[in-house]
């Protein structure tokens, strides 16, 4: 039962710090919200090791029947296993340090009980969702990070942007949603249910392998319909290509908010959907197909784009969505273990990555822009150092956490042996490459070299308060050590035992084994890349400081191009929101009150003007009514006489 | 008489006019009698809500039939009787309105201050109206509540209303006195056909196939007007731009329902071919609603016209699932009813409250409320979440069902018919966007006040039914579970014979 209080004490500390943060004041809430997340923090790790150590057996805890229309059954439960326990635990862990590192991060601001209230509700929603035992309950997790993503974004509700952000997260994600929602209305036309203990059962799965539905006029095997639909949904919440606009401008929210949502779990949501769904996933192999193009080119996409921001969160956030690539292509060739292992190791090191930023922000008064940075290692040497410890994990560079699980993937990509598999192992290395050039480029920026900031910036900089640091240095420990002490649990000899049936792959899949077995050019390639990356971060930032600068003018359209983030927000715009609001302006305009109104109103105006005229005949005056009889008279006998 | 050997339905039905009579004949000076008036309707409703629950705790869900059925013969010549009764699915539309009642009495406490007396009257009129057309189970009789609900809403409307209530409320009146017409005439052909009125022989009764297809078209006259379907819908906005608060969240919570109502107990059962025939027809009207309202909402400046448009859409979802004709379907448009009732219904008090204070429905005019009114913010943000669908609340469950059970019928249907889960955030979120965040730029604004104890406890119930029904909904679907179980099975009957009978033919 630990585990179920490791998902419930959350809520309670949501409910007690949304509710009645005005009877018990800010300090009150945050105590309480704090106090959840710590319960949670011991209970989820907790739970997870039980299992792995064989202390507790996988199970599935029923709480209530949800909703029950004819066949359709789906009840409240949290599922027990290796995968969902392991997700408890990284959530809860990670959360529990963003709630003590926003204590200090948020010390100034006014209405800390509802950010604190926003972020247990996150918490719970995000725990909701991997603990899920059917796909309806996982879609209420789903959904309610997205409430609580968009809540939070819009924090700060007096500032136009942070608002449009808010908006645009959540619609970019319903967006996604909607083919989701499809997706297990089709799951459960096939399967006859969307409980995971029917539609996760390889056997059943298989029996519906040959079924088929009629889509564009063409028959398509129904489960790679399904595959296609539900990985749209991940799409939208991993924030990848073509629905990842949403992820930059997601930073308006304070900045604990980027790292635990938009870093750690939230956008992670999406990969363990596909990792959840392995056993339909395994028989859908154009859908997989379809994961790793999509996934490799976000992450080649997403390195692009992060070379060339100012913001330092901005390129956090992109790199964020690189990452998320790796992890579908991880899953697109068959490799879930990979792509949960990169999403843990990732959890910690973004974590890492944007507290430290936030630090950064906090230390320099709320300046975000890089070049308006420099020199900062002297004056916050711990953040400086933490974020090195990031960086590194990030770049992949061993002993590191990244480097074990981005390896990992590259060495998937390469062992995949397809078309679409070389092409991932193409874009993972090029997207290494970059992922180290912005890194360095970043920290170059921010804490070495000359300074660039204004001295008022530059007097006020101090370190950041230990309750601050704290949380900075255990999960700088977590970027350090969740690499090489759980590399053979998650993705090496250990996998079997230690995944226990909770990720299944077909039996003829043996890209996980092939990936041990590749040449040694390919392990050695991610390394030797990164490190290119960083020399020539060095050469441009540190070296010659003045190359980069020369470098956009004489490349000045690709330069635009990339910082202007391929240009997608102001396509969507055009294409997409614009004639929306135009069309809809027409169907109100003209569709409802000319035309459908038109009727009506016309008929009235017709009735209304008939009247009007007849109403002149009857004047009163008895002369005229007896001429008109008189005429009448004369008329009905002349006919009756002509036709007689 | 019913098992019970009372006549509590009809005793729940007449009590709102037992009600009325008392406040007709109190004397007295203005003051005395407005607050009279105004303690006699609460106190009416709250016993009728009171005994309505009797309803709800002695209904025996497990029975597909009607139940608590009362039969006085009336014109016995021709048929005709005054029968009462209710099914899981009207039991749930009777406590819809009983429960609304008293909210919207409350809701009126304050704003209404011209014709006291009048407007409580006409309030209880329309509850006892609201009542008999769902428990009514002659057609006649079900006729006569069903037209007599326009007579006490047009007064609503035309007096109480806003600058263009008249237009508002003659547009509103016609166009549903329009409708019904063709349906009185339908029921004169049932009749000449059956000998009776009686709806449960109907619903035994086959109609001949041809006479179905004219049968259909004159009760989609009048329940298309009435839910509104696509295109007969723009009497909707109007008349809820101009209607007082209470009477928008009557309109929309329980008015609307009656056209939803009327398909499933008439037109779906009574007329199975003709129903599936023109299914495909109205499958597209509904599409063509959720998308082409929710976009009409997109550009809306006045809020309560917003969500009238919101509700237009809201409400082909409904006639999506009904159509589909499987229990998913079917369930899922009568949940979406009830959850829009009150969902709906709770975001026109919201939208109530302010005007109250500041006298203008335009969005505009507002900005930055979440400051000065953060308990309001809060309770407008649960209702936009429901209304948008969230999981958890009372919105999600039945239009996810009816996804699933368009997926049946259909991909497109279920893809398209869900288009309104997008644009229902975002037409909804911008409305939040633009009335309770951003800056307060205007000085009347900085002055505003949170929600008064009185509001509150209008809210209050509606938070614990939107959270309930979304949470365990299971509460509310099992009444009407094993009624909705037996008109599919009838459905697929009639269908299979009429595919028989066919075969024969040829």
């Known amino acids: 039962m630990i585990y179920a209080l490791a998902i419930f004490a959350p809520l309670v500390g949501a409910c007690i710090a949304g509710l009645l943060g005005r009877v018990i004041g800010d300090r009150g809430a945050m105590t309480a919200s704090v106090a959840g997340m710590v319960v949670a923090a011991i209970c989820g790790p907790l739970a997870f090791f039980q299992l792995v150590s064989g202390a507790a057996e996988p199970t599935v805890i029923h709480l209530g029947t949800w909703i029950d229309a004819g066949r359709f059954t789906v009840s409240w439960s949290l599922r027990y296993d290796t995968l969902s326990a392991v997700m408890v635990g990284m959530v809860s862990f990670v959360a529990m340090l963003i709630h003590v590192y926003s204590i200090g991060y948020m010390s100034h601001d006014p209405s800390r009980a509802r950010f604190f209230a926003y972020l247990s509700l996150f918490t719970f929603a995000m725990l909701m969702l991997v603990t899920a035992d059917n796909l309806l309950q996982l879609f209420f997790g789903w959904e309610g990070v997205g409430l609580c993503s968009y809540l939070l974004i819009g924090f700060w509700y007096d500032r136009p942007s942070a608002c449009a952000a808010a908006i645009k997260a959540f619609v970019v994600n319903r967006v996604a949603d909607l083919p989701f929602a499809v997706g297990l209305a089709m799951i459960f036309m096939t399967f006859g249910s969307i409980e995971f203990a029917t539609i996760l059962d390889p056997k059943i799965v298989a029996q519906h392998a040959k079924e088929t539905h009629s889509l564009f006029g063409c028959t398509f095997p129904a489960l790679e319909v399904i595959g296609f639909l539900l990985f749209i949904g991940a799409m939208g919440k991993s924030a990848q290509l073509f629905l990842h606009v949403w992820l930059p401008d997601a930073m308006e929210g304070p900045t604990p908010v980027s790292a635990l949502i938009h870093a750690a779990t939230m956008v992670t949501a999406g990969v363990f959907l596909m990792a959840r769904m392995s056993p339909v996933m395994e028989l859908a192999p154009y859908a997989l197909g379809f994961v790793t193009f999509i996934g490799a080119s976000t992450a080649l996409f997403a390195a692009t784009i992060g070379c060339v921001q100012n913001d330092i969160k901005r390129i956090i956030a992109y790199s964020t969505c690189s990452q998320l690539g790796y992890m579908f292509v991880a899953a697109g060739v068959g490799v879930y273990q990979a792509s949960v292992y990169h999403l843990i190791t990732h959890a910690f090191f973004k974590a890492l990555l944007f507290l430290s930023a936030g630090s950064v922000i906090h230390a320099m008064s709320d300046e975000q822009d890089i070049r308006k940075m420099g020199g900062l290692a002297k004056l916050i040497p711990a953040t400086c150092a933490v974020m090195w410890i990031g960086n590194l994990a990030l770049a992949g560079i061993p002993p590191f956490a990244g480097y074990y699980s981005k390896d990992a993937i590259i060495e998937a990509a390469f062992a995949a042996h397809s078309a679409v598999g070389n092409y991932a192992f193409f874009c993972t290395v090029v997207a290494a490459f970059l992922t180290a050039f912005y890194s360095w480029r970043l920290l170059f920026m921010t804490f070495h070299g000359k300074s660039r900031a204004d001295h008022h910036a530059l007097e006020h900089a101090h370190e950041s308060p230990y309750v601050m640091l704290l949380p900075l240095f255990a999960l700088a420990l977590g970027a350090i050590v969740t690499g090489f002490a759980t590399v053979n649990a998650f993705i090496g000899d250990g996998q079997a035992a230690f995944w226990a049936g909770a990720i299944w792959t077909s039996p003829d899949n043996h890209v996980l084994e092939h990936a041990h077995h590749v040449p040694t050019w390919v392990k050695i390639l991610p390394i030797f890349t990164a490190v290119a990356g960083i020399a020539l971060a060095w050469v441009m930032y540190i070296a010659n400081p003045l190359l980069p600068v020369r470098l956009a003018n004489s490349f000045r359209p690709i330069y635009l191009f990339l910082l202007n983030k391929w240009y997608f927000d102001e396509l969507y715009n055009a294409i997409i929101v614009r004639p929306i609001l135009c069309i809809a302006r027409g169907f109100w305009k003209i569709g409802d009150e000319a035309m459908i109104d038109g009727v009506p109103n016309g008929l009235a105006e017709l009735t209304a003007g008939t009247s009007r005229q007849t109403v002149k005949i009857q004047t009163g005056s008895l002369a005229v009514y007896a001429f008109v009889m008189l005429i009448g008279v004369v008329a009905l006998i002349g006919l009756y006489m002509l036709v007689r | ?506």
């Not at chain 2, 035309?158 to 329009?178: D, E, H, M, N, Q």
């Not at chain 2, 109007?238 to 928008?248: L, Q």
């Not at chain 2, 009557?250 to 398909?263: C, D, N, P, R, S």
């Not at chain 2, 499933?264 to 599409?287: D, G, K, N, Q």
């Open chain 2, 1 to 506: 008489m019913n098992a019970a050997g009372f006549p509590l339905l009809s005793l729940i039905t007449w009590l709102p006019l037992v009600g009325g009579a008392v406040i007709l004949s109190v004397r007295g000076d203005e003051e005395t009698i407005a607050s009279n008036a105004r303690w006699t309707a609460l106190w009416t409703t709250l016993i009728v809500l009171v005994l309505s629950l009797v309803l709800w705790v002695e209904f025996d869900p497990t029975d597909a039939g009607f139940q608590f059925v009362e039969s006085v013969p009336w014109l016995s010549d021709y048929g005709l009787g005054y029968k009462m009764g209710v099914d899981g699915i009207s039991v749930m539309f009777v406590l819809l309105s009983t429960a609304l009642t008293p909210i919207c009495i409350l809701a009126s406490w304050e704003s209404i201050q011209t014709k006291v007396r009048e407007y409580m009257l006409a309030f209880l009129i329309l509850e006892t109206m609201m009542i008999g057309t769902f428990c009514a189970l002659d057609f006649v009789v079900f006729y006569m509540f069903f037209e007599c609900v326009l007579i006490p809403m047009y007064l609503i409307i035309g007096i109480w209303g806003g600058p263009r209530r008249v237009y508002s409320a003659v547009k509103f009146f016609l166009y549903t006195l329009t409708g019904s017409v063709l349906m009185l005439l339908a029921i004169l052909a049932m009749w000449m056909h059956a000998g009776t009125t009686d709806i449960p022989t109907l619903m035994a009764t086959s109609f001949p196939p041809s006479m179905q297809t004219w049968l259909f078209l004159a009760f989609l006259a009048s329940f298309a007007v009435k839910v509104p379907m696509w295109p007969v819908h723009t009497w909707l906005p109007d008349a809820h731009v101009e209607a007082p608060t209470a009477g928008s969240v009557i309109l929309a919570g329980v008015l609307l329902k009656m056209g939803g109502y009327g398909f499933i107990r008439f037109s779906i059962p009574m007329l199975p071919e003709a129903s599936a025939a023109f299914a495909p027809l109205m499958f597209t009207l509904s599409v063509v609603a959720v998308i082409y309202t929710s976009l009409v909402a997109l550009a809306q400046e006045d809020m309560k016209k917003l969500i009238a448009y919101s509700s237009v859409a809201h409400m082909g979802i409904v006639t999506i699932g009904l159509f589909t004709f499987n229990e998913q379907g079917i369930q899922g448009a009568l949940f979406q009813m009830v959850s829009h009732g009150i969902v709906s219904g709770a975001l026109f008090l919201v939208v109530g409250v302010i005007y109250d204070r500041i006298h203008t429905r335009e969005i505009a005019r507002y900005g930055g409320l979440a400051e000065r009114m953060p308990g309001y913010a809060f309770v407008f943000m649960l209702f936009t979440m429901a209304s948008v669908g969230l999981p958890g609340t009372a919105g999600f469950v039945g239009e996810f069902l009816v996804i699933l059970g368009a997926f049946k019928v259909s991909f497109w249907l279920a893809l398209l018919g869900g288009a309104g889960m997008i644009l229902g955030a975002a037409y909804m979120l911008y409305l939040y966007r633009r009335v309770v965040f951003g800056r307060i730029t205007r000085d009347d604004l900085r002055a505003i006040m949170d929600l008064s104890p009185r509001e509150w406890a209008l809210f209050v119930p509606l938070i614990v039914l939107t959270m309930w029904m979304g949470i365990y909904p299971s509460s509310f679907s099992v009444f009407w579970e094993a009624s909705v179980a037996a008109m599919v099975k009838h459905h697929q009957a009639a269908m299979e014979s009429a595919v028989k009978l066919a075969g024969v033919i040829n």
